[in-house]
T-cell receptor, first 112, second 108 residues
Framework: ETGVTQTPRHLVMGMTNKKSLKCEQHLGHNAMYWYKQSAKKPLELMFVYNFKEQTENNSVPSRFSPECPNSSHLFLHLHTLQPEDSALYLC???????????FGPGTRLLVL | KNEVEQSPQNLTAQEGEFITINCSYS?????LHWLQQHPGGGIVSLFMLSSGKKKHGRLIATINIQEKHSSLHITASHPRDSAVYICAAPQGAQKLVFGQGTRLTINP
């Protein structure tokens, strides 16, 4: 247990569906991150939120829409995804930027 | 070419062996991270180091800033050490660039 939870753990969706991934951290951290891990590729940073403000969008397609309502919660809204978006999506948090990041267990997403 | 390169990509060893995983990076950094990812996906941060050496149990991480190289060592390896080990270097204020990972398998 790292203090970062993600739901759901597994998700199968069609290309026309809309779904959301949820991340919650119980560590009192101020920075939260979304990462994508595709098969046989390094982890890729998607978004960074610092004190609820988005500070990094790593050229992510608009079919991925993040939301950070408060410092403890982070969502990733998904719509009209493509099969190549199938991957493990990991959330992480850190006390402040550049400090050790604590990762959630990830959501394994399959887009059909 | 990835800015963070790890070697080897795959490593299989017998229980008890001394393990070394290497990481070279091309970006200028202030600190390097070592992470462990178990089957199923969960990632645990092992070390963040900016100079010298850090030790935690049977794990030792070293870094040479001048040579832009870091190593992760595991002493008296055990099957439960089997995982993917990832090094990551900060790029800018908030971005981590990750290596492709080293898949370690320790056989009993």
């Amino acid at each position: 247990e790292t203090g970062v939870t993600q739901t759901p753990r597994h998700l199968v969706m069609g290309m026309t569906n809309k779904k959301s991934l949820k991340c919650e951290q119980h560590l009192g951290h101020n920075a939260m991150y979304w990462y994508k891990q595709s098969a046989k590729k390094p982890l890729e940073l998607m978004f960074v939120y610092n004190f609820k403000e988005q500070t990094e969008n790593n050229s992510v397609p608009s079919r991925f829409s993040p939301e950070c309502p408060n410092s403890s919660h982070l969502f990733l809204h998904l719509h009209t995804l493509q099969p190549e978006d199938s991957a493990l999506y990991l959330c992480a948090s850190s006390q402040v930027l550049r400090e050790t990041q604590y990762f959630g267990p990830g959501t394994r997403l399959l887009v059909l | 070419k990835n800015e963070v390169e790890q070697s080897p990509q795959n490593l299989t060893a017998q229980e008890g062996e001394f393990i070394t995983i290497n990481c070279s990076y091309s970006v200028g950094i202030s600190a390097l991270h070592w992470l462990q990812q178990h089957p199923g996906g969960g990632i645990v941060s092992l070390f963040m180091l900016s100079s010298g050496k850090k030790k935690h149990g049977r794990l030792i991480a070293t870094i040479n800033i001048q040579e832009k190289h870091s190593s992760l060592h595991i002493t008296a390896s055990h099957p439960r050490d089997s995982a993917v080990y990832i090094c990551a270097a900060p790029q800018g204020a908030q971005k981590l660039v990750f290596g492709q990972g080293t898949r370690l398998t320790i056989n009993p």
